[in-house]
């Protein structure tokens, strides 16, 4: 019995993160991330330096297909949110722009509109029901970890918007890019999302897929 609350207490130990343990823990990028995220810089070496960031402050391009930019503070951006269970981004989306359907595996999401009119929305995973809301200037929704979700431009100039995450890593799988943008066997493709084979080489040529 001894033994099995030994291992139990080691496990907890060892699954927490250094910033539980620490006042904070700046990720030292050239370590090996894990479980409990990066190591961390000799305290010693940090300064106050570490923990601003102001890339959130420049637009991000929006002159691609999708006509719209992500502008991460991540943990890779952001070493100083290694540990502390947060982060956020910058959405630049121009007139015509969309975030398209994607996921955060690993975080719930927190979108605030900044600027213009954004139309966002997400689908539960229970019974694939639909929640979408056109949102203005300084409103707010939140997307469920894992869900499918998407934001567009819902006028007739660029929107802005500032989105948060209860993780330093929140993960990202675009939908389009999962099934046209890589690889996978067109016939697999077809077989699995019931669309012709015309549509899904087009869909592919577009988002730079092959096979």
Do not use: W
Request: overall charge positive; aromatic content about 10%; proline content about 5%.
């Amino acid at each position: 019995m001894i033994h099995i609350l030994f291992f139990i207490f080691a496990l907890l130990f060892t699954s927490s993160t250094n910033a539980a343990v620490n006042d904070f823990c700046v990720a030292n990028l050239n370590k090996a991330d894990g479980p409990s995220g990066y190591p961390c810089i000799t305290p010693t070496k940090v300064t106050a330096d570490h923990f601003a960031f102001s890339g959130l402050g420049v637009a991000g391009n929006t002159t691609n297909i999708i006509k719209a930019a992500v502008t991460p503070s991540f943990v890779a951006q952001f070493p100083a949110v290694n540990g502390l269970g947060l982060s956020s981004a910058r959405l630049d989306l121009a007139p015509g722009g969309v975030i398209p359907m994607h996921t955060h595996p690993a975080a719930s999401e927190i979108l605030f509109v900044v600027k213009g009119r954004i139309k966002a929305g997400f689908i539960s995973s229970s019974a694939n029901t639909v929640y979408v809301k056109t949102l203005k200037k300084g409103d707010v929704m939140v997307f469920p970890q894992g869900l499918l979700h998407f934001q567009i431009n819902a006028g007739k100039y660029s929107s802005l918007a500032v989105v948060s995450f209860n993780s330093p890593n929140p993960g990202l799988q675009i939908l389009d890019f999962a099934l046209f943008g890589n690889n996978l066997a067109s016939t697999l493709v077809e077989q699995t999302t019931f669309l012709d084979d015309a549509l899904v080489k087009k869909l592919k040529g577009i988002l730079g897929g092959t096979g």
